[in-house]
């Protein structure tokens, strides 16, 4: 029996368990596990076949015996088992040694912090708890995902004087305005990076009578994607292959940067809308915060050519991007690792197995 010396051989892990892909940190190693959240498993028997980056390269190419999932849904697990078995393999990857072995006989027993969007329910929360204890955490404790981002962001959430996070990630979009160590306003909006996939199919089978598919779509938003006119990237151009609606065949488009920012405008529209409405509930005191500091972004959605313009000026105030806003989740979870009052101040709930 391990009992209390579990602590001595096994890593305190932060994760960002995100809809698109998950981030694991190591305290006092950093970020050693970036993956995406994608499992891929035999249909009949429910066997775990490929986890992470072996996975995503699956989408769209399996045969009928073997699927291919994404266990979280706008920032919330959707599939339990699928969920539970994946932080299994990412808990057991960091306690391996370079040979491939473990330091310990048994499982590790780490404890973990997980960051979660702001609007899940309280079985949603205990979802994500139960998934991380069920795969071998001796402590799982959750963090709002905004709260996280601006800690990771290095803002200076304890302080009485205001700031505002934006954080856009594959499935929510989360905005809070924080001071004295909370949340004094914010909101989930389950609209993000996924959507603005959804957008480039949806304009490819409307405008063009072309279907493609969501890989393909994220490909070309990274590429071209814009959420305000950008000098250079405006001329830029790409060719979208996809199949032919009428004909069933295959076809080839070149598609120019005006018409991919055309296509994500609803979304933009409506992230930038529900920005709006927060500082329209935000207190005065903390407005005034918040127009001398400005409004920061984080996460992967926050790297859309121009979003940080086109914020600025619908709000009128200073918008700033987040240091590797991809990582700011899973650093400010890593920050509150090192800093256990600061955990007990902005943790949500905290259970022990």
């Known amino acids: 029996m391990l009992g209390p010396f579990w602590k001595y051989f096994t890593h305190d892990i932060g994760i960002d368990l995100g809809t698109v892909n998950t981030l694991v940190l190591v305290k006092g190693k950093g970020i050693i596990i970036r993956e995406p959240t994608v499992v891929a498993l035999h249909k009949k028997t429910r066997q775990i076949l490929a986890i992470g980056g072996e996975a995503k390269r699956m989408l769209g190419r399996t045969p009928a015996a073997i699927e291919t999932v994404r266990p979280l849904r706008d920032g919330v697990i959707s599939d339990f088992d699928t969920t539970e078995a994946m932080l299994r393999y990412f808990i057991h990857k960091v306690h391996q040694t370079p040979s491939g072995g473990f330091f310990m006989p048994k499982i590790p027993k780490p404890r973990v912090v997980v960051g979660i969007p702001s609007g899940v329910t309280e079985v949603e929360r205990r979802a994500v708890q139960d998934a ?177 313009k086109k914020v600025a000026e619908e709000t009128k105030i200073p918008v700033y991007l987040a240091d590797d806003p991809l990582t700011t989740v899973v650093r400010g979870c890593g920050e509150v690792l090192e800093n256990l009052d600061l955990l007990s101040k902005v943790k949500v709930t905290g259970g022990l197995r």
């Open 132 to 308: 991380c204890l069920v795969a071998g955490a001796r402590q799982a404790f959750l963090i709002e995902e905004p709260m996280a981002a601006a800690i990771g962001a290095n803002l200076p959430v304890e302080d009485p004087e205001g700031v505002m996070i934006v954080d856009i990630g594959g499935g929510t979009c989360e905005i809070a305005v924080i001071s004295l160590g909370g949340m004094v306003i914010n909101r989930s909006l389950r609209v993000a990076g996924d959507e603005l996939d959804e957008d480039i199919v949806n304009y490819m089978r409307t405008r063009y009578g072309m279907l493609i598919g969501e890989k393909t779509a994220e490909e070309v938003k990274i590429e071209i994607g814009s959420a305000y006119p950008l000098n250079g990237k405006d001329d830029m151009a790409t060719v979208i292959r996809g199949r032919d609606l009428a004909s069933g065949l295959p076809k080839s488009i070149k598609v120019s940067a005006n018409e991919i920012r055309e296509a994500l405008t609803p979304t933009v529209t409506q992230i930038v809308q529900v920005i709006q409405e927060v500082l329209e509930e935000t207190p005065p005191e903390l407005l005034t915060d918040i127009v001398e500091r400005g409004i920061f972004l984080a996460g992967g959605g926050a790297l859309l050519g121009g979003l940080d």
